[in-house]
Structure formats: structure tokens, C-alpha cells
């Protein structure tokens, strides 16, 4: 009760922080409320409108628990771009976490963040790769995102239009998602990237008693995909 009210604290705390999304999942209790929003790039779209910069948002779920990647590019007039990085990994219980001081709570839970100015041949490059992936839609016309998979999300505003993709490895082994080894390779984020591997399907990891072990696979939460981006849950 106590580890309670002191993460509601310090949640209320957070809340007078920041109102940017990249901060809103970045801190990790207010994380578990906005992500949704973050990873349907609500706010990309909300702000896409003619002569507004182009911006990008990809996001690489490798099983929630494990590892995710989120990405931010604002690409400038010049073709030169700002890309931020966040990365999270072995995420865990709050039970198995050891608490020295309440400085240190949540962070088991925050990303390791990091940018970088990405050169204008750079940019160009990572363009290419999305455009030949399809990476700025239509996505399909009906996917099932399940946290406990490996998928990519991209949400995007260019010239105006708003545009989102995604792309789930137990479908098609990312078949299409050509961009993802320029972006690991401008992240400038060293933490390894949690590889693609065989799963068996989601539905059949709901339940995390059937095998203590695989706990941290367990399907928990899910994003629904249509045409023209994430549907309202």
C-alpha cells in the first residue's frame, strides 16, 4: 500500500512536468496511461496539417516485457533531421524490484534516452527505406498487435498528410520493414536490439500460470489496426 501511494505521488508529481508525449511515456507511471495515445501517434495526427514539419514516430515492440524502442524524427527545411531515441528493457514486476530510496523507485522503468542530428544524406537514406516499406501507409486493412509480440508501428505527418503503418513479424518475419536496419544504425542508443525470434501464437501466452517461465511473454494488452491507423478502444 505504501509503494502505492508513493508511485501515485509521484505520478501526480510527473503530471506537472511536461504535456509532450515523448515525456508523458518516458515517465514510467504515467507510461502505462498515455502509451496508447503515444503508439496511435494521436497527437502527430491531431497536429498534422498543411506546412507543418514532417514528423515520424516508429515504435519496435520486441515482447513489451523484453524490450521496446520508440523513435521521433522532425525533419527541418534543410533535409536534415532530429532523431530522439528511447529504449526500455526487462521492464519486470514492482514486486521483484529492490528499493533503496524512493530517488531511485521507477528506475527500473525509465528508457534509456538519446538524440542525435541527423545529416541531410542520412535522412534521405532512412526516407528511401520507409518509402520502399510502405512505411507511410495505408496499413492493414485488419492486424492485431499483441504486446507480447514483435511488431512495428509507424505514425507519420508529411506535406501535410497523415499517414500510419505497421508491420507484425509472426505475420510475414517483417518482411517489408526494410527501414528498420538503417534506423538501428543512426539509433544513437547503444543498447543491443532485442532480435526478431520465433513465438508460438499470443492468444495461446494469456496465461502466465500455465508455465511460470514464461511469464514475460504472457499476451496482456493488444492494439487494433485498421486502414488509417489505430482503432478507438
Not at 509521484?10 to 515523448?22: D, E, I, N, T
Not at 507511471?29 to 497527437?43: I, K, M, P, Y
Not at 515482447?63 to 521496446?68: G, P
Amino acid at each position: 500500500m505504501a509503494l502505492r501511494r508513493m508511485m501515485l505521488g509521484l505520478a501526480m508529481v510527473s503530471c506537472l512536468g511536461g504535456p509532450a508525449s515523448a515525456q508523458a511515456v518516458a515517465e514510467p507511471v504515467l507510461r502505462s496511461f498515455n502509451w496508447f495515445d503515444h503508439a496511435a501517434g494521436t497527437d502527430v495526427r491531431s497536429g498534422c496539417r498543411a506546412g507543418t514539419p514532417t514528423r515520424i514516430r516508429l515504435i519496435y515492440n520486441a515482447v513489451w516485457a523484453e524490450q521496446v524502442r520508440a523513435y521521433e524524427l522532425e525533419v527541418m527545411a534543410d533535409g536534415t533531421a532530429h532523431l530522439s531515441s528511447m529504449v526500455w528493457g526487462e521492464q519486470g514486476a514492482a514486486s521483484a524490484i529492490s528499493v533503496s530510496s524512493a530517488g531511485d523507485l521507477l528506475l527500473p522503468w525509465r528508457p534509456k534516452r538519446g538524440t542525435r542530428l541527423l545529416a541531410a544524406a542520412d535522412m534521405s537514406r532512412l526516407t528511401a527505406a520507409l518509402e520502399q516499406s510502405a512505411a507511410f501507409g495505408p496499413a492493414p486493412a485488419q492486424l492485431t498487435l499483441h504486446d507480447a509480440d514483435f511488431w512495428w508501428s509507424v505514425a507519420s505527418c508529411r506535406a501535410g498528410s497523415w499517414g500510419f503503418q505497421a508491420y507484425h513479424h509472426p505475420t510475414d518475419g517483417f518482411a517489408r520493414a526494410s527501414f528498420a536496419a538503417v534506423l538501428f544504425d543512426l539509433d544513437p542508443v547503444a543498447t543491443p536490439v532485442n532480435r526478431p525470434r520465433a513465438l508460438e501464437p499470443a492468444e495461446l501466452r494469456r496465461d502466465p500460470n500455465r508455465d511460470p517461465r514464461r511469464a514475460q511473454t504472457t499476451d496482456r494488452w493488444r492494439l487494433e489496426v485498421g486502414r488509417d491507423g489505430v482503432r478507438p478502444r
